[in-house]
């Protein structure tokens, strides 16, 4: 079994930063964070493997956002940059899918979100 528990998000104003985190808790491949603003369907933001590979962006955060991790503290990091008001979202990290990065479906492990808002 895999634990999730997100912390970090709050409310910037635009071009503000925030930084979440993820702490996994049991055995995880590849983690990414999605986030889902209201009447929106969930959308893979960022993804990185825990050990070497391929670390995937969304267009829309590209750039801006940086995804990272502390190995030897299994945590998940999302740095968010340049923060617009579109990026207003719930966010939630996932981990170990079964394809792809970027499909929530794929996805049995989840955390409980935390929500970011950026105001204009």
């Known amino acids: 079994q895999v634990q999730l528990v997100e912390s970090g998000g709050g409310s910037v104003q635009a071009g503000g930063s925030l930084r979440l985190s993820c702490v996994a808790s049991?055995?995880?491949?590849?983690m990414a964070w999605f986030r889902q603003a209201p009447a929106k369907e969930r959308e893979g933001v960022a993804s990185?493997?825990?050990?070497?590979?391929?670390?995937f962006y969304s267009d829309s955060v590209k750039g801006r956002f940086t995804i990272s991790k502390d190995r030897a503290k299994n945590t998940l990091y999302l740095q968010m940059n340049s923060l617009k008001p579109e990026d207003t979202a719930m966010y939630y990290c996932a981990a170990n899918p079964s394809r792809g990065w970027n499909i929530p479906e794929a996805y049995n492990y989840w955390g409980q979100g935390t929500q970011v808002t950026v105001s204009s």
């Open positions: 990185m493997p825990s050990g070497t590979g391929p670390i």
């Open positions: 049991g055995y995880v491949n590849r």
